[in-house]
């Protein structure tokens, strides 16, 4: 009866195992400290979409939602660009101006006096909370993807997407991978040295 009782056990426990040790290796692979230095990225954004339009305050607060995803410094600046609508509405060709500072790696842990302690995260980046407005930003993690995610230090990423302009197909767009993001201390080091 105790051998009937472990053998159907037995494949529970199996994957049990398996999700703590792919977890463990997860976490090793993200908790081992690297030196990077922040370094100041300029970019001049347009948004060219024909599922979804976006104000360009929307398109602003997407923008820098995203970014600080991405690990970008949290005194970045996201600023509206040429925007012709009087009323804030949905624009043709939303614009933003961008100022940010991203972490990059030291080149064999060599010395800076600017360097800070920073981890690898992985991060499943949604510009939404809700799964349907998430599928309507398909174009937009496109382009974030194309335009945004080159300037950040990244690995493993895992990116897909089957945009079709003038559909939304909840669940076909995802962009997940691990990026340097600078510990607690590192930010604050950052923040006291300006």
């Known amino acids: 009866m105790r051998l009937l009782k472990v053998t159907r056990l037995?494949?529970?426990l199996l994957s049990s195992s398996l999700v703590v040790a792919s977890s463990m290796t997860a976490a090793a692979q993200t908790s081992v400290p690297q030196r990077a230095v922040w370094v100041t990225k300029e970019v001049h954004f347009v948004f060219q979409g024909f599922t979804t339009k976006y104000s360009c305050d929307g398109l602003q607060s997407k923008i820098r939602n995203a970014l600080l995803q991405l690990?970008?410094?949290?005194?970045l600046r996201v600023d509206e660009g040429a925007c012709s609508s009087?009323?804030?509405g949905p624009e043709p060709f939303p614009s933003v101006n961008v100022k940010l500072s991203v972490l990059q790696p030291l080149a064999n842990n060599k010395e800076d006096a600017k360097a800070v302690l920073a981890h690898w995260k992985a991060i499943d980046l949604r510009l939404d909370k809700d799964p349907l407005w998430q599928a309507e930003d398909c174009e937009l993690l496109e382009q974030i993807e194309h335009t945004f995610l080159p300037l950040f230090a990244t690995r493993n990423v895992d990116y897909h997407s089957s945009c079709v302009p003038h559909q939304v197909s909840p669940g076909g767009t995802w962009l997940r991978a691990q990026v340097l993001s600078a510990d607690k201390d590192g930010v604050a080091r950052a923040a006291a040295a300006k």
């Open 10 to 12: 037995a494949p529970t």
């Open 86 to 88: 009087p009323t804030g």
């Open 71 to 75: 690990g970008a410094r949290k005194d």
